[in-house]
């Protein structure tokens, strides 16, 4: 009974219900595109990647859907009436996390017939139909509850749990990376029982993680009962973890909600005085997304990358007792291009969503403006305390792919022209979404959808262009402008590209300084005092 009401108001509310259909056709495209870009001629490795796209696609839209209404609930101090409600807090978390799983179960459904297209077509086999369904959905789920048990979680146990991260990625990138296939190697300097151990335990953590049951099901060599038997375990595995992180996230919800709303303010507060300085809303906006600042994605890329910029400059000279094979699967993906593109695509990603200047619910935005719209603050304002949220969510990023362009320069693999081309055109890939982010900012519209299209859409519709061979295409978008500079020949028609965004980013840039307090006043019109329910 309480699941359906819930059920009933998030399908029916206005807001979520236009953010579910976007979902949906997001879904639909991304897979759609995947369907379109294979061909007769397409072998296990490719079926391999596709399965590792549409994996990755379950766990972002699971942590979008599950995850991020889950976090941005206890910031609205509508839900103290229910936390003193008969319902007790509890159950209005599951009832909310059940929601959002049914809701991902609906966009994971929506593109069943196009997987069953791919089935009827032999680019793959009914069984894999089922897999192709059921691992992206359960990890998806399992990252939606993760995504909201870290943020539940206190201050100093995320700060603990961010130095067990750390941990894990020094072990990953020197066991994982660095040793490789060589870690048999490795070992052998251990006594036998002890390198019996750690060696079984990383086999099994390779071979029953979902990536590592995808590559044992499309492996031409490999046994198909021995895949199946990986991906049950595999699935016991994270159903075994979602339930820790339901029963988690919901004995954290009210704890986590007084924590928020009635921690005591201490004096330290006054220390801040002196960083605030003339630019107030330039620095809320900056401390406001920095609360969550995912410093472990940074550490994992950071540290995969430069050791990556390593081998691309050591080249022949590498050591031959270190691991190389996982990187000569990236080379094979992309190498060096592909990490740089991705790198600037989550450097722009906090540019694209402007999560910054954003409230979780239109009531909590109308009552942040009643208080904005009486100052002096102008569209210029918001645009410089946007910007500079944006920056510092995602400079780490940007100084990431700035070693690995130093190392294709010095390494010879890229031209001076060629890291001078892709630099210029991730700088401008990363205003252009951040123009489209404020415009959408500015104007009302919740920036959800267009940071998709942004972040994965693109990317998605750029592979579609190089896999069909036209590369002077793909420059028109921002992605492409990035990756084909490194990897094709440099010409005059790439220019085509990232003066054509640049213009549309110009056009845009002045549009939205000229009309934002206009937009915000009009918007605050509109819905200050509006029903949630239409």
Known sequence: MIVSAFLSLAMTAPNRQL??????????????????????????????????????????????????RLTQMPKSQALEFLLVSPLQPRPVFFAEATVGILRFGLVSLSGLPILICMWVSGFIMGADVVALMLLPFTWGVLAGLGMTVWAYESRRIRRIGEWFMLGGILVYLVVGVLAGERLIHWLRALPPSVGLFIFNGFRDFHHYNPFGVFQSMFDPNGVP?????????????????????????????????????????????????????????????????????????????????????AYMLAGDQWPAWMGKSVFQIFEKMGGAPTLVTGMMLLAAMPAAFQYGLWDSSTQDRCRRLELLLLTDLRGVDYWRAACAAAIRRGRGYFYVAV???????????????????????????WTFSFAIGFRAFASGVQANGLGSLLTLGLPFLTWALLRGNVPWLATILPPGSVYVALAYPLSWWWAIGPVLIGGITLAITRVALSSCESNLRLWYDRNQGTKTMG
């Open 19 to 68: 953010a579910f259909r976007r979902a949906v056709g997001m879904h639909v495209f991304l897979l759609t595109t995947l369907f379109l870009v294979l061909d007769r001629g397409s072998g296990p490795k490719s079926l391999t990647y596709v399965a590792y796209t549409i994996l990755v696609m379950g766990i972002v839209e699971g942590a979008a859907m599950i995850g991020w």
């Open 403 to 429: 070693i690995l362009w130093i190392a294709l320069a010095v390494s010879g693999q890229a031209t001076i022209q060629q890291v001078i081309a892709s630099c210029a055109a991730g700088l401008m890939m």
């Open 225 to 309: 009962w021995i895949a199946w038997e990986r991906m049950i375990i595999a699935q016991f595995i994270a159903l075994g973890i979602i339930v820790l992180l339901g029963l988690r996230g919901a004995f954290r919800l009210k704890g986590h909600y007084h924590d928020r709303h009635y921690t005591p303010i201490d004096s330290s507060r006054t220390d801040q005085v002196s960083l605030i300085g003339d630019r107030p809303l330039s620095w809320w906006a900056v401390r406001r997304v920095m609360e969550y600042s995912g410093r472990s994605n940074l550490w994992l890329a950071g540290g995969f990358c430069t050791l990556y910029a």
